[in-house]
């Protein structure tokens, strides 16, 4: 087990780079766009950047279970799942917004273990094993230590359609009454990492999916920060909520999130 997710860890990262590599190469130029409603798209890039990934680990662990937002994950009955975002952030992508990333996860029996988030446009590689830290480019990081949510920087995002967007609008809105500032980045992987190092003090949203938060969540965990539902409660990566920060504000986003 031990081996395995050394190995895992290692393909993660080398998959990272290389679906990284892919996508500066088009930036500016990413092929045909595919509508998956008026707002949700996505381009070339982001199928061959998930071909890339699944095909790798398929050569190296054939066994494991792969879920892929794109769609080309297969599911079999192993104990490791590999959960992947090829390209998190496609919206700013097609944009030539230089703001996305590369999200793989692992969970071992449903808990995920393993986080590598790859931002190609500043060479950043955050990841973490569980018990073993997280780093950004081989250095430990650490979340903040700011305790006070007036004096802090906090993130979230929208989902492309559904109730969640109006609900966050009004978090939003209390957010920037109660926090310093507030960000909208474009990639969720990307503003979990951030929290991790320590960037962002931080992040909430609504009805992101296992994709987007595996790897984040094994990173900031490993950061040192806290990870929970809206309520504080336990965080479920198939949930509709996640609340990640120091550890330090949690409980006053928590209130926050409670006044909407
Ligand atoms: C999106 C990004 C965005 C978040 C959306 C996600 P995608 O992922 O993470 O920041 O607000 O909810 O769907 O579609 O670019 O992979
Ligand atoms: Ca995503
Ligand atoms: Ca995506």
Known sequence: MKDTLHHAFNLAIALAR????IQLKH??????IDYKSEVDI??????????????????????HDILAEEGSGTRSRSSFQWVIDPVDGTVNYAHGFPFFAVSIGVAYEGKPVIG????????ELFSAI???GATLNAKKIRVTTEGVLRKSLVASGFAYQGEGIEQNMKHFRNFVRSARAVRRPGSA????????????DGFWEIDLKAWDMAAG?????????QITNFAGGPFDLYGK???????KIHQDMVHVLKGA
């Not at 061959?48 to 790798?56: F, K, L, R």
């Not at 992987?189 to 962002?200: F, K, N, Q, T």
């Not at 909520?241 to 550890?247: P, R, T, Y």
């Open 18 to 21: 290389r679906a990284g590599t």
């Open 27 to 32: 930036l500016g130029n990413v092929g045909r």
């Open 42 to 63: 996505v381009t070339e890039v982001d199928r061959e950047c998930e071909d890339v990934i699944v095909g790798g680990i398929h050569k190296k662990f054939p066994d």
């Open 130 to 132: 569980e018990g073993q």
């Open 116 to 123: 590598v988030i790859y931002d190609p446009n500043r060479d």
């Open 241 to 247: 909520e996640i609340l990640a920060s120091n550890g």
């Open 189 to 200: 992987a990307i503003d979990l990492a951030y929290v991790a190092c320590g960037r962002i």
């Open 217 to 225: 969540v094994v990173i900031i965990r490993e950061a040192g920060g």
